[in-house]
């Protein structure tokens, strides 16, 4: 396997103080930790709406000056883009942070969507689309994310190419969802639209949008990102809210496949007592993560691992990231 690139979610380490000197502290310690990158969030320490030229080259430095790289910008909003209230103003803010994104030089933005509704009955058990060969040489999947690596005017040809070429499946454009008449539950095609939108951005300025598993199977999810022939998002894969949700990681991966970009390597543990869910420290849960990162590398992904996870408890968490880092090192 090829050698695993590890990162820390940093706003998982608490509230952080919006300053130079905090985010060097914190990146210092992250490198410390042997990880090699960090999952920034739009809200903590970056205000991605309004980030000056100067906080760009700021940050930049202080990641150059210690080996590191943004894997990914997190931008957790309050709800999902299935509620429709104030949808405009989540989706200008994602926007916001794609920008931020590439210009920090991170490749994603990630975030959950809401719940996914049960598809359609005409794509259920659809499978995964087709393989192609993209216009850059690379195995991609029919209306699948361009191939990693490549800089902004690539991502954009291979889009056009892709389209021109007859790349994407004519079967993955969704003009209408109903199936002929089915009853379509509306966040479906209000979710699908936003990510069409949010695909197509992401084209045009170099960052993606990676929507995050948990909340829905994942067969679900590849088939709301597969619906349109213009939706280039990615996914980033978190087995832990998987488990929690109790849907099954290794049918996630399989359903997802390629458009898995990122890992948060969360783990998660049914309490049945409690009748619920909750996140674990990694290796306390039930991720089987050696048979996970096996099944990974079928695909193969060459994506980060995150770690670190929401609602940590602030006296433990460096204990727990340091402690996660090194057990992803020894893997």
């Known amino acids: 396997m090829a050698e695993m690139k590890i990162g820390v979610r940093v706003d998982a380490l608490g509230e952080q103080t919006p300053s130079a000197a905090s985010l060097r502290r914190t990146l210092g310690w992250v490198a410390a930790t042997g990880a090699t990158s960090v999952e920034l969030c739009g809200r903590q320490l970056l205000d991605v709406s309004e980030i000056s030229d100067t906080a760009v080259r700021t940050v930049r430095k202080i990641l150059d000056d210690l080996n590191l790289k ?37 490749p994603l933005v990630v975030n959950q969507i809401g719940p996914v509704p049960t598809p359609p009955a005409s794509r259920r058990g659809a499978g995964t689309p087709a393989k192609t060969t993209g216009a850059f040489g690379s195995t991609v999947i029919s209306s699948a994310m361009p191939p990693e690596g490549l800089s902004v005017a690539e991502a954009q040809a291979w889009v056009a190419g892709a389209s021109s070429h007859g790349n994407i499946s004519a079967g993955s454009h969704a003009g209408s969802a109903d199936g002929g008449g089915e009853q379509v539950d509306p966040r479906w095609n209000t ?20 929507a995050e598993t948990g909340t829905e199977p994942g067969a679900h999810l590849a088939s709301l990102i597969d619906m349109s022939a213009e939706s280039y998002i990615a996914v980033a894969l978190n087995p832990g809210q998987l488990i929690i949700n109790r849907h099954s990681v290794s049918d996630a991966v399989a359903a997802l496949g390629d458009r898995i970009r990122i890992v948060n390597a969360v783990d998660g ?15 306390q849960g039930t991720t089987d993560f050696p048979s996970l990162l096996g099944q990974l590398e079928d695909i193969p992904y060459r994506g980060p691992f995150i770690v670190g996870r929401s609602e940590m408890p602030v006296a433990t968490a460096k204990q727990e990231i340091a402690a996660s880092v090194e057990y992803f090192r020894n893997m």
């Open 191 to 210: 979710m699908r639209e936003v990510l069409d939108d949010l695909g197509r951005f992401g084209a045009r300025v170099g960052a993606f949008f990676a």
């Open 70 to 106: 943004v894997a990914s910008i997190r931008l957790p909003t309050r709800f999902g883009f299935d509620y429709l209230p104030n949808l405009d103003r989540r989706v200008d803010a994602t926007k916001d942070a794609m920008r931020a994104a590439y210009r920090l030089g991170a």
């Open 269 to 283: 543990v049914l309490d049945l007592s409690a009748g619920r869910g909750i996140a674990v420290p990694v290796g």
